[in-house]
């Protein structure tokens, strides 16, 4: 693709200035204030309130900014440029709140909000899963929209702990309660291990969630598992959202509630570059965990996918040009 707006921001260039030097931002662009005048937003919410085990997603979106510094200008594959198509910058954190639930959610909406009212597309980084419900509020003003949905989890739990109900693992249960998500648009791929009882999945399936199980998507492959999912979303708004512990533990260990038999990051890839075509309205990257990262191998499949998101949504960009 070739550029279209020589006015866009770029990214610092590493032949320049060396990838350990310089400020720590997403894909190395340009920090600004707000997403006035972008196309897609990048955007860390650093918050991990709604987390019932391990803890630690809130320190997800610095490392991933970190550990994005490695991001090239253009992908090997499709050849976009995603910083020559569309203008991209880091607009920071939203403002968030460790120590109440309710309030962090709402800030987390008013973020995303702001981002929305610009025309902007969000790309975020988490942060736990339930920071996507609050990303849904914003986005899903004017009706429910469809979701592709990559985890190990379902999370459309009822309640946790008593009467609970907001935790990463009961998000797209509480989206399709509110009429965020068309649950005959959704679809969530690959889940997979133990659960709290045979029966956990049937609320999601009664609402009409097509679930693919890991099995089914092993012996299926990703071509055909994301045709599927092409057409449950149709052409209508979608949202997608990357869990992390969607990869295999001995290439993610660094997430909070990890299970083993994943994806590897090369499947994870694949899945995300043949979301061409979806009429993607946000997406995001979450769960992942610093505090239990090796190497940092976690936080850079994290920032690989986000660039992967990030050219797809860069190609749609271009193409509505």
């Not at 972008?38 to 550990?67: K, M």
């Not at 998101?309 to 960009?317: D, S």
């Amino acid at each position: 693709m070739t550029p279209t707006n020589t006015n866009f921001f770029q990214p610092v260039d590493a032949a320049e200035v060396p990838r350990f030097a310089g400020h720590s931002t997403f894909m190395r662009l340009p920090a600004v204030p707000s997403a006035a005048g972008l196309d897609i937003a990048l955007i860390g919410i650093p918050w991990d309130g709604g987390t019932t085990n391990r803890a630690g997603a809130r320190h997800g979106p610095r490392e991933v900014r970190n550990y994005s510094s490695l991001m090239r200008r253009a992908h090997h594959v499709s050849g976009i440029e995603p910083f020559s198509v569309a203008n991209v910058a880091d607009i920071g954190d939203v403002s968030v709140n460790p120590i109440d639930l309710l309030d962090g959610l709402q800030r987390i909406q008013a973020g995303i909000a702001a981002v929305v009212k610009e025309g902007a597309i969000p790309l975020s980084v988490g942060g736990d899963h339930l920071t996507t419900l609050p990303v849904l509020r914003a986005i899903a003003t004017t009706g429910p929209i469809g979701l592709i949905h990559f985890d190990a989890h379902s999370d459309t739990n009822d309640q946790y702990f008593g009467n609970n109900r907001y935790t990463h693992g009961t998000p797209f249960r509480r989206a399709i309660e509110e009429g965020l998500l068309d649950p005959k648009r959704t679809v969530q791929i690959g889940i997979r291990g133990s659960v709290y009882d045979p029966g956990e999945h049937d609320w999601a399936k009664n609402q009409g969630i097509r679930i693919i199980y890991m099995e089914e998507f092993v012996r299926r492959g990703a071509v055909d598992v994301m045709e599927e999912a092409r057409a449950i979303v149709g052409d209508a708004a979608t949202y997608v959202t990357f869990d992390i512990d969607s990869i295999d533990p001995s290439m993610a260990p660094g997430t909070g509630t990890p299970e083993i038999g994943g994806f590897s990051t090369r499947e994870a890839q694949e899945l995300v570059r043949l979301l061409q075509g979806v009429r993607i309205v946000g997406a995001d990257v979450v769960e992942v965990a610093p505090p239990f990262d090796i190497g940092g191998i976690t936080a850079i499949a994290g920032a690989t996918i986000l660039f992967e998101l990030l050219c797809v949504i860069a190609a749609q960009v271009a193409a509505a040009t």
